[in-house]
């Protein structure tokens, strides 16, 4: 205790307390300020003042912050300045996954209660499990992590904030039939009755950046709108040089992101420079159905011995050996038979590599067509895909040469050995129109007709627990990190409508479109075969079982 305090009674500064309480009701960083102690190891920036002010002046707040600027430490600081400010509020942290959520709110809290220790003689009782966080308060007041999902319905909180709604898993449906009905009730005071000062039912979205097809855009901009009608919202946003510029980031580090032979723009935009990427008026189609179709569990390297499958391989071809935007991608789509001519289709691996000789390409595809069997091999025959074509049709390796199963002209190269393989796709020609074929992607894409495997972040959590070798988990883990970069790819596109033809654009230039062109070869080949087999279909019914012709009675003369 200082010398020379003179303590008075709780009766005697209760009109103080009433006038300090309305004070950091609306500057909660200055409270901050008056409880910490003096060897206190941080002190708050001003971005981090202003967040805080921001919290707790609006119902419905919006930040979308880079990595690295301490948004969920400010998060939950303001949500356990809000269980002490307000006896008996019920408040509540959430993201797509209960335990992200309660190991976000676990951390940070002990980080507050270690910079901050008077903050920790405010709670009664805390509870840190292996997916659930929850603390109680002396006055009453409650802070737990809620799950999104249908166990959650009938619960009752008076706020709460959702971190990373730019996740997969987190649906907007859930969000507005389980989280938002939550906040149902007000807070009611001390005193009795609501109290009308008070900011009720809030909710706050901390995030990162997201695509500008996805819900979580959609709800920033709900926000954003409702800020510049002058209603109860707030959206704010800033990239990393905040966070350089407060040391919590290095430029030095940022640069070296930039420079890893994985580096991404648009995911390092989104992550780091709080850009929401895309287009969302005529992308090719949208995240959310893209995000539906990723359902696989499980890879492929090879055959998987089953007689009713077949394996389609599909390949775009490297425009230029050695060119760092010069990428082959290969994508091997398993089809089972639906018994009616049509086929599940279900990608179950990519591969992508830096551009090399095309007599490199060749040998690579022949291993593929071996490892998984492979009925066909879909190239694009245009241009540099002729060369490769040219080298397929001979003898390159110990394999038997390929011969082209939709083209005379390469007739001449076959020999008493090739195999029927090659499907040479020419998108410039009236048979293969380049139209059609995006057409027919887009349709596959938005009625579910293709699946495709998990995100990397979902492979992982199975991954880790089958594998221990590092080395092991890195091989496991690339055909699903190839299935997050196709998935960039799709998402950097847009369409433009040409009278009757589509046409696909790139919305950055940076991103290439060698995983997306592979598929879509693929699928297009699928379609073609689909639409073959209907046909066989058609002419192998007699028609004449359809009709059933009723004998002439003999009492009837006959000519």
């Known amino acids: 205790m200082r010398k020379n305090t003179v303590i008075k009674s709780f009766e005697e500064m209760k009109d103080d307390w009433r006038k300090y309480c309305g004070y950091w009701r609306v500057y909660p960083d200055k409270f901050i300020d008056f409880i910490k102690p003096p060897d206190c190891k941080i002190d708050l920036f001003f971005y981090q003042r202003l967040m805080l002010r921001i919290l707790f002046r609006y119902r419905k707040v919006y930040f979308t912050f880079t990595r690295g600027t301490s948004k969920s430490f400010i998060e939950l600081l303001g949500l356990k300045l809000k269980c002490i400010m307000y006896p008996g509020i019920k408040v509540f942290i959430c993201a797509p996954r209960k335990k992200q959520a309660a190991d976000i709110a676990k951390e940070n809290i002990e980080k507050i209660w270690e910079f901050f220790p008077l903050l920790h003689g405010e709670v009664k009782e805390h509870w840190f499990q292996n997916d659930y966080t929850r603390l109680k308060f002396w006055n009453g007041s409650v802070l737990d992590v809620v799950q999104v999902s249908d166990s959650a319905r009938g619960g009752r909180r008076n706020g709460g904030s959702i971190e990373e709604i730019v996740d997969e898993k987190m649906k907007k449906d859930d969000l507005h039939s389980v989280v938002i009905p939550l906040m149902a009730n007000d807070r009611i005071a001390e005193c009795k009755g609501v109290d009308p000062n008070e900011i009720h039912k809030f909710e706050w ?17 709900e926000v954003l709108y409702e800020m510049a009608q002058g209603k109860s919202s707030f959206n704010i946003g800033a990239g990393y040089d905040l966070a350089c510029s407060q040391g919590l980031l290095s430029y030095d580090f940022i640069n070296e992101l930039k420079e890893l032979p994985t580096f991404n723009p648009l995911s390092f935009a989104r992550e780091y420079e709080s850009v929401w990427t895309g287009t969302s008026d005529n992308s ?14 499980n890879a492929e390297e090879k055959y998987c011995n089953d007689k009713n499958v077949e394996y389609i391989l599909s390949y775009d071809v490297a425009r230029s050996e050695g060119s760092q935007n010069a990428n082959c991608a290969l994508c091997v789509i398993k089809i089972i038979p639906r018994g009616d001519g049509t086929y599940q289709k279900h990608l179950v691996n990519i591969y992508s590599f830096e551009g090399t000789h095309f007599m490199e390409q060749a040998k690579f595809i022949k291993s593929k067509v071996n490892d998984f069997k492979a009925s066909v091999v879909v190239i694009d025959s245009n241009g540099a895909g002729k060369g490769l074509v040219d080298i397929l049709v001979t003898e390159c390796d110990e394999n038997p040469p390929y011969s082209v199963v939709n083209d005379d002209r390469y007739d001449k190269y076959k020999a008493a050995n090739s195999i029927p393989m090659i499907y040479a796709l020419s998108s410039n020609t009236k048979e293969d129109k380049a139209s059609d074929i995006h ?69 950055s230039r940076s991103i290439n479109k060698d995983k997306f062109s592979a598929l879509e070869y693929g699928l297009y ?3 073609k075969l689909e639409r073959k087999n209907a046909k066989r279909r058609r002419e192998s019914i007699d028609i004449s079982n359809f009709f059933l012709v009723k004998q002439a009675s003999s009492k009837y003369k006959r000519w």
């Open 205 to 221: 979205y901390i995030t990162t950046a997201g695509t500008k097809q996805s819900f979580a855009y959609e709800k920033m901009r």
């Open 525 to 527: 080949y699928i379609y």
């Open 284 to 297: 090719l189609v949208k995240i959310d159905d893209v995000n539906q179709i990723r359902v696989l569990k």
């Open 439 to 507: 057409n027919i992607f887009i349709n596959y894409i938005n009625n579910k007709g293709v699946k495709i495997l998990h995100s990397e972040s979902q492979a992982r959590a199975f991954i880790d627990k089958k594998y221990k070798d590092s080395e092991a988990k890195a091989n496991a883990l690339m055909p699903f990190i190839m299935t997050d970069l196709l998935c960039e790819e799709i998402m950097n596109l847009e369409y433009k409508q040409s009278g009757n033809q589509t046409q696909v654009k790139q919305i």
